[in-house]
Structures are given as structure tokens and as C-alpha cells.
């Protein structure tokens, strides 16, 4: 353990576009904050290939450059970037005490938690690999499907998720074969009826992903197997969809915060960015499984570094603070 405690007005946990907006909202508003980029610096954006769908970039942008850009600005108002992996918190006092790579101690007087979530993939090598190469494996719809328009594609995953992202690439591609493990859904009965009755949408039942093929460049098709007769077969596809669920990035702070029973972080006060800790607040795809775009992440970035500074401004003057007395 170190000796020397630093002391921070505003500290920024993770480097998606909520906590660097958040950074150059706080440090406009001279609260000087310090971010910590975690071990994915730049966030979920930075395995994705292209963005197009982020208002102010009429030609599209990669998003590891993006998140390059989102940094810069950041730190065009002295936001303190830094490496480094937040291991432990004490959200029980006043000051709120956090802990960097189990060695370096802050207390802060607010906190901003923009870790994020992860998108969670089967973990086959040729997934991987073709996840890596941006040539075709995706675990986004939203993000990506524009790019396979009229072309034929493969999902994975039976639950809410996977039933709206096979039905907004049906609208876009000309055939969506979905691969279910079970011989029924996950999903709601809503949701599953959708994708059923969608002409372009074929749902293949207790069929798991062998492997996904390729050129070595980008993807050309999906060998899968039947669970329960060991067949295998080859779907011709240009993308590879994985949308079999996300992990919220909060198990650091499970022991002070409310989470809901997947781990997402829950507003105390819905439509701010308020947790039930005074002075903690969360931005970005921690506390949102429906939205999850960069767009909603960053717009969460902004409203947490609000009600951030409110926060300070209200326990300055002097008032007794809690989630209601300061908007
Ligand atoms: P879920 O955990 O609900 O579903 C994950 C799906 O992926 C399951 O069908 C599971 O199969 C499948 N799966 C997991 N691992 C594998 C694997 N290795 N191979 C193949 N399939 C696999 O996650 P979602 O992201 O769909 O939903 C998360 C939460 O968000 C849910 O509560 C959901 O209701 C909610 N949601 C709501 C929406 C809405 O209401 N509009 C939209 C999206 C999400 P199995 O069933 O066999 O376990």
C-alpha cells in the first residue's frame, strides 16, 4: 500500500465515450478530473470497425480513432488521463476511497463509474480471429448491420437480444439464419413470435457454431453442428453476429452499490445519473441494457458530470445532500 493518498475533486472510472464526455463536461466546469482507462482503453468502440451512426462525422469513423479523438478533447481541458485498473472502492464514508491496481489509494470527492459492459462471445479461435481482423464478427446489429445490406448473415443467442438484432438485420439483409442451442427461446414470447414469423429469419434449433469460416481475411460462412444428431453443415454468410449477452463491468462496486440481478448498476433516481452512494454516479452501458450505442453512453457522460458538479455546488454551500436536494 502506498503512503501518500492522493485527493481528487471528480474521479472518471473507464475510457468509452461516457466517461470521456463526462471528463471534458467536469473539467469545463474546472473540477479537474482524473481518469482511470481500465484495461480496455477506449472502451467497447475500439473492437468495432466503423461507426456511422455518431452525429458529427458525415463520412463514418473507425472506433479506435474515435475514442483517440474523444481522449484529446478530454485532455484539451486538462482532464488527467491515466493508465490503470481500479481493484477496490470503500463507497461507506464521505469521502469515497478507491484503490488503483491494489497499490495507490484516492479519496475523491465524487466519483464517475463509466466502465462500461462486455459483449460476451462464444471464445472460438476463428471468432476471435475474424473479431480481431474487423472482417465480419460483430456483437453489435445496431452498429454493424448496415454494412451486410442484401447480404446473408448468422446470429447467435435465443434471448431478448438476440431476437431484436436478428429482426433489425432481417430488415436489412436479404436472409438471417439464427442459431438457437435449445430447442426453444429464451426470449420473451413477444420477442420469439417476431423472429418466427419473419420470412428472411431461419431459426435453426439445438444448433451451436462449430466454426466460423473465412478467406483469412473476412468471413464466408458458419459450419454448424446439431446438439443432438452431431450433424454438421455450412451456411454461406458474409457476417457473424454474437448477441448472447452482456457483462456489466461493476463487480468492484457490488458491495456498496444497488445492482439489478444481471449487474447493471441501478439509477437511485430515474433519469439522472444518481446511484444510492451521495457523490457516486454512473454513466454509459454500467446501468443501460436497452440502449448500449455510443451515443447514449456519452449523452449518460454529460449527465453524470452535471449532477456531479451540482453535487459539489450544493455540499459547498453548504447544504445537507442527498439524491433529491441537488438538480
Ligand atoms: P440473455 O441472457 O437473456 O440471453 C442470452 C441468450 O444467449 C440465451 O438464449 C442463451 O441460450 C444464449 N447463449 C448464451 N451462451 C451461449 C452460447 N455459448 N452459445 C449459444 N447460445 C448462447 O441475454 P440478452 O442480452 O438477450 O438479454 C439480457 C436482458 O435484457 C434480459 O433480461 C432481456 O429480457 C433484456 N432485454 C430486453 C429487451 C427488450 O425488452 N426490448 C431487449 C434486449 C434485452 P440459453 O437460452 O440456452 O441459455
Not at 50 to 57: A, D, H, L, R, S
Not at 58 to 64: M, N, Q, V
Not at 97 to 110: A, G, Y
Not at 134 to 159: K, L, M, P, T
Request: charge should be negative; charged fraction near 20%; proline fraction near 3%.
Amino acid at each position: 500500500m502506498s503512503d501518500t493518498i492522493e485527493k481528487v475533486k471528480c474521479l472518471i472510472i473507464g475510457s468509452g465515450p461516457a466517461g470521456y464526455t463526462a471528463a471534458i463536461y467536469a473539467a469545463r466546469a474546472n473540477m479537474n478530473p482524473v481518469l482511470y482507462q481500465g484495461s480496455q482503453p477506449g472502451g467497447q468502440l475500439t473492437t468495432t470497425n466503423e461507426v456511422e451512426n455518431f452525429p458529427g462525422y458525415p463520412e463514418g469513423i473507425t472506433g479506435p480513432e474515435m475514442m483517440i479523438q474523444l481522449q484529446k478533447q478530454a485532455e484539451r481541458f486538462n482532464t488527467d488521463v491515466r493508465d490503470g485498473w481500479i481493484t477496490k472502492v470503500d463507497f461507506s464514508g464521505d469521502v469515497h476511497k478507491v484503490w488503483v491496481n491494489d497499490t495507490k489509494e484516492i479519496h475523491c470527492d465524487t466519483v464517475i463509474i463509466s466502465t462500461g459492459a462486455s459483449a460476451k462471445y462464444l471464445g472460438l479461435e476463428s471468432e476471435q480471429k475474424y473479431l480481431k481482423l474487423g472482417g465480419g464478427v460483430s456483437a453489435c446489429a445496431v452498429c454493424d448491420g448496415f454494412f451486410y445490406r442484401n447480404q446473408e448473415v448468422v446470429i447467435v443467442g435465443a434471448g431478448d437480444s438476440a431476437c431484436e438484432e436478428a429482426h433489425y438485420l432481417s430488415k436489412l439483409c436479404k436472409k438471417v439464419t439464427m442459431l438457437v442451442r435449445r430447442d426453444e427461446f429464451r426470449a420473451s414470447k413477444i420477442m420469439a413470435a417476431r423472429v418466427q414469423n419473419t420470412e428472411n429469419i431461419e431459426i435453426l434449433y439445438n444448433t451451436e457454431t462449430d466454426e466460423v469460416l473465412g478467406d483469412g481475411q473476412v468471413v464466408t460462412g458458419v459450419r454448424v453442428f446439431n446438439n443432438q444428431t452431431n450433424e454438421k453443415h455450412e451456411i454461406p454468410a458474409t457476417g457473424f453476429f454474437v448477441a448472447i449477452g452482456h457483462k456489466p463491468n461493476t463487480d468492484v462496486f457490488k458491495d456498496y452499490l444497488d445492482l439489478d440481478a444481471t449487474g447493471y448498476i441501478i439509477n437511485a433516481v430515474p433519469g439522472t445519473s444518481k446511484t444510492n452512494v451521495e457523490g457516486v454516479f454512473v454513466s454509459g452501458d454500467a446501468a443501460d441494457h436497452v440502449y448500449r450505442q455510443a451515443i447514449t453512453a456519452a449523452g449518460t457522460g454529460c449527465m453524470a458530470a452535471l449532477d456531479a458538479e451540482r453535487y459539489l455546488a450544493a455540499k459547498d454551500a453548504g447544504f445537507e445532500v442527498s439524491t433529491s436536494t441537488y438538480n
